[in-house]
């Protein structure tokens, strides 16, 4: 529907004949609400005629140019293109109906569009939620000539914009991908302890090195345990098996788990194809349902950043042994599989635990879960009511329980990361260099 809309510019005009009525009464009583009425029938054919030429909104060109995607918490913008068929220029208003998690600056824009041509005005917009965003209808306003009356009607410009999650640990990341790149990973010749196939050298036994890699002959030779070293393979794998169900709802930092877990796997992701290797990502809860398939090099951070952008925490409980079969299935390589989940106790023992098997005898297992640094605050601070003895309590409590999970995973063969939110893609991305360099995988 194409509806007129009186400007201000009428209802000055209105107040004026009020005004002029009022003087009039005052000289001459029984002219007045001739007066009045005569005002009102003038402004009444003016504002026709001012509608009259305002052009209709359907033939004013609009195109709205939004980002394929964006950060979130970001600076962007979106671009409006608007062009006038008509012989004079026209003021055209133009509200976006954007949705508020968008938080566009302005809310409405104003713009001269020159006779026969076009004018553009950026939209600012910082978006305060991760996901898929598909802006639809817009209002459009043109102006008759002399600003006392417009035209207004809906507009349907169907267009999408991805906001992706933040990736908050991306300084880190490169700091530990140029460390890398310096030690060892752009020089052919660098010899350090790998799992490749080409031979190195003979060295003492550390308690980092593995049983097969034991020299027995040359272990009867020197009477202490040598193990063979070998120069680093390229290509290694990392698989990241992000949990998607109920306890990555949990809010850490007034975020759910899951946000933080999504920075660890592109800190992994960054560092790992970064420097050469190959670096997977599947998504579970009660089955496996986004799998990106291992690759390496700058794209493969844009892939697994696009596969998880409009994740959401189901609140179900997740199926660990299902989704590590489905693991093994599409990575058989060798691997280091790190599992993103939260430690809770009962939920380890009782479903991650008896998984833990399944992928244990093939792949290089890591848990990592994020901490909540309130609980760790609430556990050492003061107690100066019965409220706080309560909480400190709870707390000590809940970290308990984590611990003990941590334990239980250990035990079965992890090695298990748990840190607050800021900390856990970097340690993760120490853990893989580490293990990277020990020739574990």
Aim: proline share 6%; charged share 25%; hydrophobic share 50%.
């Amino acid at each position: 529907m194409r509806l007129p809309v009186p400007l201000p510019r009428v209802a000055l005009l209105v107040a004026a004949g009020a005004l002029i009525q009022v003087v009039v009464a005052v000289v001459a009583p029984e002219l007045g609400p001739a007066v009045l009425v005569v005002w009102l029938a003038v402004v009444t054919v003016v504002a026709l005629a001012d509608l009259a030429s305002a052009p209709s909104p359907d033939a004013i060109g609009m195109r709205r140019e939004l980002p394929h995607a964006v950060d979130l918490d970001a600076d962007a913008a979106l671009h409006w293109i608007v062009s006038n068929p008509t012989a004079q220029a026209q003021r055209v208003a133009v509200a976006d109906e954007l949705a508020p998690s968008l938080r566009p600056r302005v809310r409405r824009t104003d713009l001269i569009v020159p006779a026969r041509g076009t004018a553009s005005v950026a939209v600012a917009f910082r978006p305060g939620r991760r996901g898929r965003f598909r802006p639809d209808e817009v209002v459009v306003r043109t102006r008759g000539r002399w600003g006392l009356v417009a035209r207004q009607g809906r507009r349907s410009l169907p267009g999408e914009v991805r906001v992706h999650p933040r990736f908050r640990s991306r300084h880190e990341a490169e700091l530990r991908i140029t460390r890398a790149r310096m030690l060892h990973a752009g020089i052919r010749a660098t010899r350090i302890r790998g799992a490749g196939t080409e031979f190195d050298q003979l060295r003492e036994y550390t308690v980092d090195d593995e049983s097969r890699r034991i020299d027995w002959a040359a272990t009867a030779r020197a009477g202490r345990p040598i193990v063979r070293t070998h120069r680093a393979e390229r290509n290694q794998t990392v698989v990241n098996l992000l949990d998607a169900g109920r306890v990555m709802a949990g809010r850490v930092e007034d975020v759910p788990r899951l946000e933080h877990a999504m920075d660890a796997v592109m800190t992994l992701t960054a560092v790992a194809a970064g420097i050469g290797d190959r670096c997977g990502l599947a998504v579970f809860d009660r089955a496996l349902h986004t799998v990106v398939g291992a690759g390496s090099g700058r794209s493969q951070l844009a892939r697994v950043t696009e596969a998880m952008f409009d994740l959401e925490p189901a609140l179900v409980e997740s199926d660990y042994h299902g989704a590590f079969a489905a693991a093994l299935g599409r990575f058989r390589r060798r691997a280091m599989l790190v599992v993103h989940t939260d430690l809770v106790d009962q939920v380890v023992a009782e479903t991650l635990l008896p998984a833990m098997p399944l992928v244990a005898r093939h792949h290089l297992v890591v848990v990592a879960a994020v901490r909540d640094p309130d609980v760790v605050g609430w556990r050492r601070g003061p107690v100066a009511d019965g409220d706080e003895a309560r909480r400190r309590a709870a707390a000590a409590s809940s970290l308990a329980d984590r611990d003990r999970a941590a334990a239980r995973l250990r035990a079965a063969g992890a090695m298990v990361v748990d840190a607050p939110p800021h900390e856990v893609g970097p340690r993760l991305a120490d853990v893989y260099l580490s293990v990277k360099a020990t020739g574990r995988l």
